[in-house]
């Protein structure tokens, strides 16, 4: 079975259909609502058999290159320091088909926003790739 | 310790079970737990019946009552008294659980799941590490998977196409990941030949051997070698031996299906000494049989389709065999496949600087990073040989 990773941002994607304050300026209570539906989808993942790992990743990013021999590892903002693309987590899912994943980025998307609103944010879906090779020759 | 003897009890045990009176999701579980007891305890102390052991700690689990020592020797006792079953019992208790997990209500993955371990005896962590997927996520997937055959009757009327779908996919899963997996579903699948005269199981079969002959040159110091650079003296002649004699068997009954034609044309491969002495006359005969099985090849089994095209090109010429792939184009979601075909063929035309586009475009869209890592280095080798005329790339 195919895995997936159901990619959430913090920035980056196309725009939203409605755009919504940073959650620090949401109602306590919405962030509540949206933080247990979070929860709910590991759950609902589990419960079907479907879950392989779910992780959240600070705001913090950094860009690091070996710097030569000799050298320091050289640091970076990256080209675009507020606006460039940031991933939040990810749902890592192992399911029957893409459609079953596109299924469930369309769900992970429909969390609830300020006032319990759908948040309509996008997902990024990304094929895992397996290491072995197909059966067929 | 023999672990695939104790595999091998799994399913008779649970359908001794299911003949007491047990229901199928508790007597399964059970013979798990009794399993993994098992692979822990025996090394250790290895028991006098190691049937009537499994049953006994698989009764107890199911009953989940504590019981003195003395009241467990006494059913261990008993459970000695009953014959040993023979072969065909076996098999048919094998026959009856494949056909109970290989049911059409579940998806094909979980039918999987479920068959490896209620039949073939695998642990829930073997097949989860066989799937990629965390114990928890398996042993739930499982749990489900019984769930849904909750109402289903044992003596239910089965379809032994669904249970041959099964057991291919587990073969071809176990291909993927774990050659376990494979000899898994070959195990399997000889059990089902013993209590079956369906040809399509014993093409299934010969299938499995005639494929399975060629994994030791088929991946090699973690490089896939393609068929035709494969080294043949890594193919297990024996097994090729076995799986002609088993699919003659089957084509003498005259009701062909499709794994008996596959089965043929990975027998035409195998039977060439050389790559160059490979028969693609008689290989692209087979192909057109198995095009003929469906009534519209190009939307119902357009693998198929592509994987003609290889023949085509190598009968007809290359050109042909382009033709043959963009029949299927629009229809394969499986883009890597359609430009790795495409990049073969265009090779083959000597169009080097298209191929190599095309090969580099296939190991953008492949998913496994084995076969991405042959197709980028065709990619290159292709590339080279084109920019300074050489054709060769080998």
Known sequence: ?137 | MDEGLLRALVPQVVTALLRRGADFAAAEDAVQEALIDALRTWPGSPPRNPRAWLTTAAVHRLTDAVRSDAARRNREERVDDEPEPGPTEQADDTLLLLFLCASPELSPASAVALTLRAVAGLTTRQVADAFLVPEGTMAQRISRAKAALRDRRLDAPADVAVVLHVLHLAYATGHVSDDQLAREAIRLTRQLVLASSEPEVRGLLALMLLHHARHRARVVDGRVVPLDEQDRMRWDHAQIAEGVAILQGALAAGRRGRFQVEAAIAALHDDAATAAETDWPQVLAWYDELVGLTRDAVRDDPAAVLSRAVAVGHVLGASAGLLEVERVEPVLRDRWKVLAVQAYLLRMAGDLPEAAAAYARAAERCPSTLERDHLVRQAALVRAAGSTGRVNDR
């Open chain 1, 1 to 137: 079975m195919p895995k997936y990773l159901l990619l959430k941002h913090y920035r980056g994607g196309p725009e939203l259909p409605t755009p919504v304050p940073p959650m620090p300026e949401w109602d306590p209570a919405d962030i509540e609502a949206h933080l247990a539906f979070l929860g709910h989808v590991n759950d609902l993942l589990k419960e079907n058999g479907e879950y392989v790992d779910a992780q959240g990743l600070s705001m913090d990013q950094e860009w690091i290159r070996y710097g030569g021999p000799g050298a320091a590892p050289v640091r970076s903002d990256g080209p675009h320091p507020e606006t460039g693309d940031l991933v939040a987590g990810w749902y890592a899912i192992d399911v029957d088909s893409y459609e079953r994943a596109v299924e469930l980025a369309a769900y992970v998307s429909s969390e609830p926003g300020p006032g319990g609103k759908p948040l309509y944010e996008w997902i990024q879906i990304r094929q895992i790739m397996e290491a072995p090779p197909s059966y067929a020759e």
